[in-house]
């Protein structure tokens, strides 16, 4: 499956959950329906959606009900990229101007907390108190995420350990919620719950360090963002600390340098570095990694083609160039 064929088994679905954002983005003040619309209307993959979708699909949950858990989770992520971007003064995203960009950081700031606020809002709606405890705690491990990475900027001494660390907050952790508030809704048995919040966290992993390989690696057309931007930011992501790790005398001054400092003008010398000593290949290595573990977490549930989709949306994870 492609990721379209992916989304055309759930076509319906999220057509209702587009028409969900749509509705709920909608506020008397002209400015926050301006901004919100920009960025969640941008072109996105809408991955996390998607997945609550199919974790709900797949246990056998349809309706209002799962369209209102995946905008939940889609307004979250909007909210965190509203804020990542105003943090690491990103002016690029998905190959547009970001929101902070065109409107200033206040707006940015302020409209992702109208996000955030708004998806809890429509939390209290589902009246299912699991689905609060789930999400409350995403929403403060991803605060919490963006904290450490912050700490972890310009560090080149972050080991791994605090790199996998800051990716699960950050990113997985949403995947995970996503999909179990799916098997929450649809009142699933408890073993699989927590198959499907396995499967979110891994994939969610997996999909992180194929984002910070192509940083190194994709062209800016596809990838929709500049090249080098978390190098630029002093981000010792994977393919950086391997580098660090195994690299010569010189490069590894070269990648020091570069991550307390920033900036890209040595971008060039460092893919090549980071070629070299093979720290592409070992970060997708340990992205299949993840999504063989995202795929074997779903041997709990009963077979279907939501199931399979699931599958290979974990394909999808690392085999895509965008």
């Not at 960025?39 to 609550?52: A, C, M, Q």
């Not at 992520?77 to 970001?98: I, N, Q």
């Amino acid at each position: 499956m492609s990721l379209d064929s992916i989304k055309q088994l759930v076509g319906p679905e999220l057509q209702a959950v587009d028409e969900l954002i749509r509705q709920r983005l909608a506020s008397d003040v002209v400015l926050v329906n301006q901004v919100a619309e920009y960025i969640i209307h941008s072109g996105g993959k809408r991955i996390r959606p998607l997945v609550t979708i199919l974790a709900g699909c797949a246990c056998q949950q349809r309706g209002p009900r799962l369209a209102s858990s995946a905008a939940i989770v889609e307004f979250i992520h909007t909210a965190t990229l509203l804020h990542d971007d105003v943090v690491d003064g990103s002016e690029l995203r998905r190959g547009r101007d970001t929101a902070n960009a065109v409107w200033g950081n206040q707006a940015s700031v302020l409209v992702g907390d109208y996000l955030y606020s708004r998806a809890f809002e429509m939390m209290v709606e589902l009246d299912v108190i699991r689905v609060m405890d789930v999400m409350a705690s995403a929403t403060n491990k991803i605060a919490e995420g963006e904290v450490m990475q912050l700490m972890n900027a310009h560090d080149p001494d972050t080991t791994e350990a605090r790199y996998f660390e800051v990716i699960y907050r950050k990113t997985a952790k949403l995947f995970e919620a996503g999909s179990q508030i799916a098997a929450i809704i649809a009142g699933a048995p408890t073993a699989h719950e927590q198959s499907l919040a396995r499967y979110g966290k891994h994939l969610g992993t997996a999909f992180q360090l194929v984002d910070d390989a192509l940083d190194y690696r994709a062209s800016s057309a596809e990838l929709g963002k500049n090249l080098g931007d978390d190098l630029a930011e002093g981000k010792p992501t994977l393919p950086l600390i391997h580098a660090l790790k195994h690299g010569n005398a010189e490069q590894q001054h070269l990648i020091r340098s570069a991550i307390e400092n920033g900036g890209v003008d040595a971008l060039e010398r460092i893919t090549i570095a980071i070629e070299s000593t093979g720290g592409l290949e070992y970060t997708a290595r340990l992205a299949r990694r993840e999504a063989d573990l995202a795929i074997g977490a779903l041997a709990e549930l009963p077979d279907s083609a939501h199931i399979q989709a699931l599958r290979e949306l974990a394909e999808f994870a690392v085999s895509r160039s965008y």
